[in-house]
């Protein structure tokens, strides 16, 4: 690992972001009957959703498409306000309301979109691009400098082949670099990458991958990864949070989480992943019994909501949510949010 080139700000700590109880819901449109019972619906995008980005590392979410990872990252970033929930920019609690605070909050915190594409104007050059950036963010003493400084720092050299192109003049990979340096360009603390790749073809994405974890090295920055792959978590986060239905519901060393997987949705996304290793037609014996879809956000099950796909509800699933409980027991930090690490719960079943 190389020396860090960024200055860490007074009174900095490891943890530069956090959220505690991170909460949001969307109101759905009044149905007809809904006037007459004055019932107000909501999709439950987000519930209860802790985590913590620390300095130099990277925190992977790992889920289904609609579990609620991108609408974390969103909220992370101040792009939409949460319900409830508290979060914190160096302990300092982020309440941002637009203007200068939140200009303020974005040369900390950046976020990388999915799709290059879209997140760049196909109307300007790069040059514009990482130029606006840099003069929103008060960084252009020495616009040329910094914009070769940019280009070479996400491998796009030289950079004098790259600043007068349109985005449609470059590759996926490409796209997604220059999306990557205009975040850099307002020197961040933090960067929510949300699914950075998965809209490159496969032969680049690991390219992109090593990028970023060449940046969290250099930079130290904190980085979360929000992925549908949790084979990439495993080559590339130091923790990861695994989401299902808006909340957590499995946790801790990347190692652990992904190759001693505690939670039967976790055990699901595993066995979903392709693996040359496995025998055409082989099943694990604690998710091929698992199907159906996931659960309306509006109208949510009650207790574990994974309940009704897992092939160890029990009873107490049905009724009552799990807590975080401790997978091993020996204070690694490794967690589930499941009944089955529940040792009087599983006493009582077996009786």
């Known amino acids: 690992m190389t020396a860090s080139t960024k200055p860490t700000a007074p009174g900095a700590t490891d943890v530069v972001l956090e959220a505690v109880g991170l909460t949001k819901h969307f109101p759905v449109r009044r149905r007809p009957r809904d006037l007459l019972t004055r019932t107000r619906r909501a999709v439950r995008a987000v519930d209860d959703v802790g985590l913590v980005l620390r300095r130099g590392q990277v925190t992977a979410m790992v889920g289904e498409s609609g579990s609620g990872k991108s609408t974390v990252a969103r909220l992370l970033a101040q792009l939409v306000r949460q319900t409830s929930g508290r979060i914190s920019l160096h302990g300092d609690e982020v309440r941002t309301r637009g203007g200068r605070a939140f200009r303020a909050y974005c040369r900390r915190v950046q976020l990388v979109f999915q799709d290059p594409f879209a997140s760049l104007n196909p109307v300007h050059t790069v040059r514009y691009h990482l130029t606006r950036a840099l003069r929103i963010h008060h960084r252009d003493r020495d616009v040329t400098a910094a914009l070769h400084d940019l280009l070479t720092r996400v491998q796009l050299t030289p950079p004098e082949q790259f600043l007068a192109k349109y985005p449609h003049e470059l590759s996926g990979g490409q796209r997604q670099r220059v999306a990557i340096a205009r975040a850099l360009a307002a020197g961040p603390e933090a960067l929510l990458a949300d699914e950075p790749v998965s809209m490159l073809d496969v032969s680049i994405r690991l390219g992109v991958l090593n990028l970023l974890r060449d940046l969290r090295d250099r930079l130290d920055l904190a980085i979360l990864y929000i992925t549908h792959d949790i084979a ?23 190692e652990a989480v992904t190759q001693r997987a505690a939670h039967p949705y976790t055990r699901l996304l595993i066995a979903s992943a392709p693996d040359p290793d496995r025998i055409a037609g082989e099943a694990d014996e604690d998710t091929a019994e698992s199907g159906g879809e996931p659960p309306s956000l509006i109208d949510p099950p009650a207790g574990c909501r994974f309940h009704p796909r897992c092939p160890h509800a029990m009873a107490r699933c049905r009724t009552e949510a799990p807590p975080r409980l401790s997978v091993d027991g020996n204070g690694s930090g490794h967690w589930a949010a499941c009944w089955l690490y529940d040792a009087p719960t599983v006493a009582e079943a077996a009786t």
């Open 232 to 254: 990439s978590a495993r080559y590339f986060a130091d923790d990861v949070l695994v989401m299902y239905a808006g909340q957590v519901v499995e946790g801790g060393d990347g």
